[in-house]
């Protein structure tokens, strides 16, 4: 199931799509959807937990990933008319973090699904800021 669309940018929709809830929301932008790949945004703004000294910390890179892996389920979970999931990290693996972006900076998040089976899902990540690979890993989460 592919779903072409513009960008989703209502914050109160993408919320809702999400187990987490202000102040730690690390997506705001729903760019693409399919059964095995989301795309989402984050503009960095200087409420955001992870943001000091203008500059987006490494526990922000991840959580972004793994906050785009619980987008994909809540999307998945919407379409279907129910209400999206509680899931958790089982393992961070491969995390590699190579620039941190500043405030005011644009993150494009992929997620691939690798495998999906019985509520565990194995993904692979990247992190993009402009034509600029800042992060990967795999990504392991359980739904509770």
């Known amino acids: 199931m592919e779903r072409l669309?513009?960008?989703?940018?209502?914050?109160?929709?993408?919320?809702?799509?999400?187990?987490q809830k202000e102040p730690f929301v690390m997506v705001d932008k729903l760019h693409h959807f399919s059964n095995n790949k989301i795309v989402t945004g984050l503009t960095i703004s200087n409420k955001n937990l992870f943001?000091?000294?203008?500059?987006?910390?490494?526990?922000?890179?991840?959580?972004?990933?793994?906050?785009?892996?619980?987008?994909?389920?809540?999307?998945?979970?919407?379409?279907k008319n129910e209400p999206a999931p509680v899931g958790y990290i089982g393992a961070i693996k491969k995390?590699?973090?190579?620039?941190?972006?500043?405030?005011g900076s644009e993150l494009i998040t992929t997620v691939t699904?690798?495998?999906?089976?019985?509520g565990v899902t194995l993904v692979e990540a990247k992190v993009e800021c402009g034509d600029t690979l800042i992060a990967t890993s795999e990504i392991k989460t359980a739904l509770a």
């Open 5 to 19: 669309l513009p960008p989703i940018t209502d914050s109160e929709f993408v919320i809702e799509l999400i187990p």
């Open 51 to 79: 943001c000091n000294n203008n500059i987006f910390l490494e526990p922000g890179l991840i959580e972004n990933m793994a906050q785009t892996v619980a987008m994909h389920k809540g999307y998945t979970y919407y379409l």
């Open 95 to 103: 995390a590699e973090i190579f620039e941190l972006p500043k405030l």
């Open 113 to 118: 699904i690798l495998h999906d089976i019985m």
